[in-house]
């Protein structure tokens, strides 16, 4: 090829991949019928249209892409599938477009994939590179660097800022502070000081150079005057939310899955700062990930010991299903607002497994015996340090006799019933919780199973 | 009726149940030709003939049964179905032939019940009644009570007892006492005594009364010499084992779950004696399952802590399939026995879904990218608490490169050389750990997942 011809080409691919990235369908479309082989080019960092098309949600150009056989297994340059983008991003319809077109993978797991269920707290922007916690010319370096991020908590809540008028996603917004904002916070001895990791992809339309590393993050928590906090951004718009069950719910779904980090590993560091094998003082280590015993004839210091990690509490939470398979399970607790049914949830004891917690727990608050069990997904939950495990359950038996020390009521609700609080609004009678709960999501999965909602 | 014909009747139902409880099929299938009303007949507490039959095993009588067109779905005085009996007595290959049969369970979940599969040290032979744990009263009643279980342990080992020639099942047995033979023990402040349940069914062919509860149980923790403990035991053959990750291993089924429930919380007490928000003593409550600080000034007195409950870590294990699906990705740490492979596993840190948790750790340890996860099952493993989720997961690279901190080698294995290492015998190359674990079950459970062994 002459250099004209080259250059040429490198136009070509370059207007046809910006015009996957933009969404333009016409003019991909108009594109490949000239030129076919551009449907598998790659531009900055080895992307490919298809990786553009679902890092914007694009679904219509992305399903063209896979109609004319686009290769859906290449990876760009951080090793990522058009798939995990999608995922990534969380565009689920091209998510779910990608994956169902995967046969390999699903002839390998042939009980489906149902790790594309993500839930809100559950997605993670960050890789945590647990390897650099004990680096600590690294983090030094890194603390110090402009790009870096810092998040500021006080009392567990994050500093947010409340809408403005062209914000995009959740109804509050992590306030991000540079070093220089936070340096005298970081010499304070109570400071409590988190890595949580470097951002896993950078966008798609990034004009920053190959080898620059991407931003990383890290959370404060301090003992300052929350008042004196908030001075330090200049909007007046700045608070640290007071009631976290139901505030921390307006994040956008990536800062969810930050805050979901930060907030379980301070909240350990809050509430296990005394040995609990000696009751000595511990001192934080590997960069938050981990608090050893001051005393040097404690038990703790010799071998590994859980007292020194952070701690995460299994919980089950289940759908139980009714033997006809139409209705389902929902109690509430006297704390609930009025007309709010969930579903059943309970800690996993020690020496349980997750399907026995399960029939333990319904059987123990509502009287009912489960049989089948199935696991459905998970959800990370940050009160302080919960892994919520999501499951269904089918009943054996039918009759209630609620525990009233647990909840006040548990009743069978048609499905039609529970499709109309999901999708015709809530009745001030009977509605379920947000969507941002799993138990919304189990509820949403189980009516969404046997029709064609 | 006749009173004559009555008892007739009588007669024949008896000699057809105790037919199916022997696993007589001759009769059984001679006793139905004659009067094929028999096949739903119940006797004793309401067991019919399929439920003797999963009681005991017998999976031709359960078969005859089925194919008869006998009632699956009927209870017993304790409401449960022959399927329930079957998987409580582990008589897998009948709980198969129930659930099978079961479509309505299919139906409700479509991806298929998963809930059969049981590991080591999870099945549930007591029934927790967690409600009783603050019932003081009726915890001294049972504490004295002749039929009460008591279970003797020093430094997180149970006394068991070396087999005998007729033992069945397991290699070692649990030593269990009555409560005339501990009771000096639980006089002294240092021993820690832990409520573990009630017998949740007895043997269908008891013959105690209706009306009588079955026995509780009870763990002690003890600070005694462990020789000193040993001597009340008549037989020389019993012992504390000193290495639980093995001999543990070597209980019956149901003897596992109990002992897994037992050292999970009793390693609880051992570390955690001290309130991990001040640093103050701790005192236990609740039977066992609570220790709330003695310093009255504590935050952790004020609402509902986690320090105050028993730690249970989730952990993930995955098996990781090649995208060709026909070799697996195993590992080994140094401290394996020579040739041994295992199943990657790690933590699940504060604010991870299990799926990231998996995907994690599988790129941190070996450097190969995972795609998607599949839950399959779950074993607790009490070395101190954890919950072992095990997972199969899809790789979408290949290359590896092992963290040298965590793991010596990772190696794709050809589904052949797993088979054969699995059916055929370990060879000292290459072979995985026991069936008692769950990274066995799920090498197995993959083996098995796309051909007819």
């Not at 809100?120 to 680096?135: A, I, K, M, N, W």
């Amino acid at each position: 090829m002459t250099s004209f011809q080259m250059s040429a080409k490198e136009d070509m691919v370059e207007k046809f991949l910006d015009a996957a990235a933009r969404g333009d369908l016409t003019q991909v479309s108009s594109l490949l019928s000239l030129v076919p082989s551009l449907i598998n080019q790659t531009g900055y960092s080895g992307w490919t249209a298809l990786m553009l098309a679902a890092r914007n949600g694009h679904l219509h150009v992305a399903e063209k892409l896979v109609s004319l056989g686009c290769d859906k297994s290449s990876v760009n340059s951080s090793s990522q599938t058009a798939l995990d983008i999608a995922k990534f991003w969380g565009h689920r319809h091209i998510a779910g477009l990608l994956s169902q077109s995967e046969g390999s993978c699903r002839r390998i797991l042939p009980g489906g994939d149902l790790s594309l269920q993500e839930n809100y707290f559950g997605r993670e922007t960050l890789d945590r590179l647990s390897g650099r916690r004990t680096d600590e010319v690294w983090l030094e370096t890194k603390q110090k660097d402009l790009a870096t991020v810092y998040l500021l908590f006080s009392n567990l809540s994050p500093m947010v800022s409340t809408p403005q008028e062209d914000s995009e996603g959740g109804d509050i917004k992590l306030c991000r502070f540079r070093y220089e904002a936070v340096k005298d916070l970081l010499q304070k001895p109570s400071t409590v000081l988190i890595f949580l990791g470097m951002e896993k992809m950078k966008s798609s339309s990034s004009s920053s150079s190959q080898t620059e590393e991407p931003p990383v993050w890290f959370a404060i928590s301090t003992d300052e005057d929350a008042a004196e906090l908030l001075r330090r951004c200049r909007e007046n718009t700045c608070l640290f939310p007071k009631t976290p069950n139901r505030d921390l719910l307006k994040l956008s779904e990536e800062e969810a899955g930050v805050v979901a980090q930060a907030r379980s590993v301070l909240a350990w560091h809050s509430r296990y700062s005394f040995c609990s094998t000696c009751g000595s003082s511990t001192h934080l280590e590997e960069a938050g990930y981990k608090r050893s015993c001051l005393n040097p004839e404690c038990r703790s210091q010799r071998g590994v010991h859980n007292t020194c990690y952070p701690r995460v509490d299994p919980v089950v939470i289940m759908l139980v299903i009714h033997p006809d398979g139409n209705q389902c399970l929902l109690g509430r607790k006297k704390v609930f607002p009025a007309g709010m049914f969930s579903c059943l949830a309970g800690f996993v004891e020690p020496g349980e497994a997750i399907e026995e917690a399960v029939r333990r727990e319904v059987e123990e608050e509502s009287g009912v015996k489960v049989g089948p069990v199935q696991y459905v997904s998970c959800q990370p939950w940050p009160m302080p340090s919960n892994l919520m495990i999501g499951c269904l359950a089918v009943a054996v038996t039918t009759d209630i006799k609620v525990d009233e020390k647990e909840i006040e009521e548990a009743r069978w609700f048609p499905r039609q019933q529970v499709i109309d609080s999901l999708f015709r609004g809530a009745s001030p009678a009977f509605f379920v919780p947000p969507r941002q709960t799993i138990a919304h999501q189990l509820i949403k999965h189980w009516v969404g199973m046997n029709s064609n909602l």
